[in-house]
């Protein structure tokens, strides 16, 4: 079982930054598939950016230039650290993982004001 938590979400004027953490707490394996989804009111969840097997990392083209992520692979923790936010940012943002099935957090509700 993998356990997901998420810290640093909140309230935040449009053009600020937020910085999301997920961390493991437990895990004695190494994840190599982590990441971020989103879902805003109404919408459905979607991908905002993953670090998939090979390291690679994926962006959805919306937020390219403007959030980053980053982690610490050896501790199953991920970050994202968001720039430039627009309203249309907000959204309950899940971490996520995959070890032969997949894993979300709790969610983490980051609200951008215009």
């Known amino acids: 079982q993998v356990h997901l938590v998420e810290s640093g979400g909140g309230l935040v004027q449009a053009g600020g930054s937020l910085r999301l953490s997920c961390v493991t707490p437990?895990?004695?394996?190494?994840?190599?598939?982590m990441g971020w989804y989103r879902q805003a009111p109404g919408k459905q969840r979607e991908l905002v950016a993953t670090?998939?097997?090979?390291?690679?990392?994926n962006y959805a083209d919306s937020v390219k230039g403007r959030f980053t992520i980053s982690r610490n692979k050896s501790r199953n923790q991920v970050y994202l650290q968001m720039n430039s936010l627009k309203p249309d940012n907000t959204a309950v943002y899940y971490c996520y993982a995959f070890f032969l099935k997949d894993y979300w957090g709790q969610g983490t509700q980051d609200t951008v004001s215009s």
């Open positions: 437990g895990t004695s394996f190494v994840i190599d598939s």
């Open positions: 670090f998939t097997r090979g390291n690679n990392i």
